[in-house]
């Protein structure tokens, strides 16, 4: 009898509870650095999109992959995590 059955029968919901107790990621967000924060916020408040952050980013830091984000992890920390969490600091900046 495997995890997600109850009596030698299958159960979806049990199954599905699983499957996002699995996908829910532990990890560190990366924008949850402070150095890193502080140079993409300045960024975005000089009026840089977040693909041009993430670019300049990798010229500037290019063996330091700490300070290196992807546009995607910007515009995730700006619409969707925590409900825009660096949305607070640069909502003007924004174009």
Same mark, same amino acid.
Request: glycine share 6%.
């Given at each position: 009898?495997? &995890?997600n059955q109850v009596a030698g !029968?299958?159960?979806p &919901?049990? $199954?599905q509870e699983q499957t996002w107790?699995?996908? !829910?990621?532990?990890r560190a967000r990366k924008l949850d650095g402070l150095a890193l924060r502080e140079q993409v916020t300045v960024m975005l408040t000089?009026?840089?999109? =977040?693909?041009?952050? $993430?670019?300049r980013?990798?010229?500037?830091? =290019?063996e330091n992959l700490?300070?290196?984000?992807?546009?995607?992890?910007?515009?995730?920390?700006?619409?969707?995590?925590?409900?825009?969490?660096?949305r607070l600091e640069v909502a003007t900046?924004?174009?």
């Open positions: 009898m495997t &995890s !029968r299958y159960v &919901s049990l $199954a107790a699995r996908a !829910r990621r532990p000089d009026r840089f999109s =977040p693909e041009q952050v $993430a670019g980013l990798k010229v500037e830091h =290019p700490e300070m290196q984000v992807s546009h995607e992890t910007i515009y995730q920390a700006l619409y969707v995590q925590g409900r825009g969490s660096l900046a924004l174009r």
